[in-house]
């Protein structure tokens, strides 16, 4: 099968700078490239490629070609849950915590089947193909750890779905915790979580960290923390989380997500703080649309936005991926499962604004959380690597983000797995 004239990751030039009567010019000026894809890999990536005999021929006509959209940090066993059995008037994560609680008595397997896979075909719809989930596990039956590792399997042609054993309630502040995470990982969770500003002490924070992430070197998983997710200064899980991540030697299999404590540090601490995270060559993970809705509840005015300096994290190099985080439960009443809307909001509260900021914001959905995940090894528009990407009703990711463009086609292995056609547009008199 050969693509013409995709538009991949923006190309060079913008289209609408050239005209049409140049197109050949225009194409190479563009930076237009076919794509043939063989046996469900890239086969071969080029300007004006020849087609093959009886090749399926499909004119992508400069639209925009993007690496299929990463979701680095969702919640689908809490997905679709919002006002059941109350819903969540102060905004804050802990009436998150305790409506959850409740909501969690009635959990059973189907039930959050049933959920997940509606969440996950939002998710496609949109053009994601990879989701990196955290699963509570402060459950004494672990009823949807159990209920997401069948889905894993059961969703793999459709979605790689990774999952976070995430004790919501703690490590040592809930009981059994231990044992707990311990099962989970045995179960066949991808990475191990911990939640250490929400850890009843100091101690039991700290503590709750080096079980977490010795583990994790012991079984050979990924960590994911919820890491500070609170407007505390003082809460500084993050030191200890990249401290270890550096002498475990477990580097970029960590993640810290949330850090919105880091909002509210004082300066002269992160200019020490970003060396070690520098050397500790860790991920951030920024849920820009949660955060700056929970954060900031015990303020008056100013209130602080809460989220990340991912701006700065960024500029030092740091890998920053963004997450959706929520749709539609205890700590967050909206959400599709677009990560367009993730960007969008994480461009404005972050104020990162700039032409070429807009432009390559898309990478905080793909490449970047590709590295979050752990998968660029098999991840990217590349000869060679699996045929995945999703094609863009725009000619390059500022439009597409500005317009809220659709996903015209979403191709996993070569495979077309999802696909829209624009709707008809209001007409003016
Ligand atoms: N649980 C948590 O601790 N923090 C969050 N942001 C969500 C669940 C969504
Ligand atoms: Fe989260």
């Not at 030092?316 to 499962?337: K, T």
Request: hydrophobic share 40%; net charge negative.
């Amino acid at each position: 099968m050969l693509f013409k004239n995709a538009n991949i990751e923006n190309g060079a030039v913008r289209a609408s700078e050239c005209s049409t009567q140049e197109t050949a010019d225009c194409k190479a000026e563009e930076g237009l490239l076919d794509m043939r894809v063989k046996n469900g890999k890239f086969a071969e990536i080029g300007a004006n490629l020849t087609p093959e005999d009886e090749e399926e021929i499909i004119d992508l006509r400069g639209k925009l070609v993007l690496p299929p959209f990463i979701e680095s940090h969702v919640h689908l066993d809490t997905c679709l849950t919002a006002g059941e059995p109350k819903w969540n008037m102060s905004g804050t994560l802990f009436e998150g915590i305790e409506t959850w609680a409740l909501r969690k008595e009635n959990l059973t397997k189907k039930d959050v089947k049933d959920r997940v896979n509606r969440a996950v075909r939002l998710q496609a719809a949109n053009g994601i193909q990879f989701v990196r989930t955290h699963v509570d596990i402060t459950d004494p039956k672990l009823t949807a750890m159990e209920a997401i590792l069948e889905l894993r399997d059961e969703l793999k042609d459709f979605v790689e779905i990774q999952i976070v054993a995430f004790p919501q309630e703690g490590i040592l502040s809930y009981p059994n915790g231990k044992q707990l995470m311990v099962d989970a990982v045995n179960m066949g969770a991808d990475a191990v979580g911990a939640i250490p500003h929400f850890e009843f002490t100091r101690e039991y924070s700290v503590e709750s960290l080096n079980f977490a992430m010795n583990l994790a070197a012991e079984k050979g998983k990924l960590v994911d923390v919820h890491c500070d997710e609170i407007d505390d200064e003082a809460s500084r899980g993050l030191e200890t989380v990249a401290a270890r991540a550096l002498e475990l030697e477990l580097f970029d299999r960590v993640t810290a997500s949330h850090t919105t404590a880091m909002h509210s540090y004082n300066n002269a601490y992160v200019m020490r703080l970003m060396r070690l995270l520098k050397m500790s060559r860790i991920n951030f993970v920024a849920n820009p649309l949660v955060n700056t809705h929970l954060q900031g509840r015990a303020d008056t005015y100013p209130k602080r936005r809460g989220v990340t300096r991912v701006r700065e994290l960024t500029a030092e190099g740091i890998n920053v991926s963004f997450g959706h985080d929520d749709i539609f439960d205890p700590w967050y009443p909206l959400g599709c499962g677009s990560m367009r809307d993730v960007v969008f909001m994480g461009l404005h509260v972050c104020q990162m604004m700039g032409y070429e900021d807009i432009m390559n914001a898309y990478r905080f959905v793909t490449v970047n959380a590709a590295r979050t995940l752990h998968i660029s090894d098999r991840y990217g528009i590349e000869m060679g690597k699996p045929a995945s990407f999703v094609v863009m009703d725009a000619q390059n990711y500022y439009d597409a983000l500005n317009y809220n463009s659709p996903v015209l086609a979403s191709y996993r292995n070569g495979k077309k797995i999802a696909e829209s056609t624009p709707g008809a547009k209001t007409a003016l008199f």
